[in-house]
């Protein structure tokens, strides 16, 4: 199967689906660097939410208190969405969002948050880290 930014998640192995997320996490670590912030190690999982799962309306969140990525695969439902998801979610887990997450949208509301306007900035490196696993993996 070619595989392009458009290529739905869901036609993906749960390898390649793993594989993506390595190689997307280990070049945010080279161009956006890590924090030692955490004691746990940071780590992704792929959900498919209930349509009435609650966290179903998101394409992904951080979970600073076990320092773990969250990506909707049923939200992000294309390569292009799930990486842009994940480089939002990883520019979080390298920001205090557990000090000031929440005293940033009282003070600046959702939209303006410090915090998501910086993890939102971040999305465009998608095409980067495509580029760079197709590369990688020898994809044309």
């Known amino acids: ?29 080279a ?6 912030r955490h004691s746990n190690k940071l780590s992704v999982r792929v959900v498919w939410p209930d349509d009435d799962d609650f966290d179903g309306v998101y394409y992904g969140w951080y979970r600073h208190e076990n320092n ?19 480089l939002h979610e990883y520019t979080h887990s390298l ?11 009282r003070l600046f509301g959702y939209q303006f948050n410090p915090h998501e306007v910086a993890a939102r900035a971040n999305e465009v490196y998608y095409k980067h880290v495509w580029h760079a696993y197709k590369k990688h993996r020898g994809i044309s």
């Open 68 to 86: 773990r990525i969250m990506i909707n695969a049923s939200r992000s439902h294309h390569i292009k969405q799930f990486l842009k998801t994940f």
């Open 95 to 105: 920001q205090p969002v557990k000090t000031r997450y929440a005293s940033y949208n």
């Open 31 to 36: 161009c956006f660097g890590e924090t030692k």
């Open 1 to 29: 199967m070619k595989l392009s930014l458009h290529t739905p998640i869901a036609m993906l192995s749960v390898a390649q689906r793993n594989d993506l997320v390595r190689f997307a996490k280990m070049w945010c670590v």
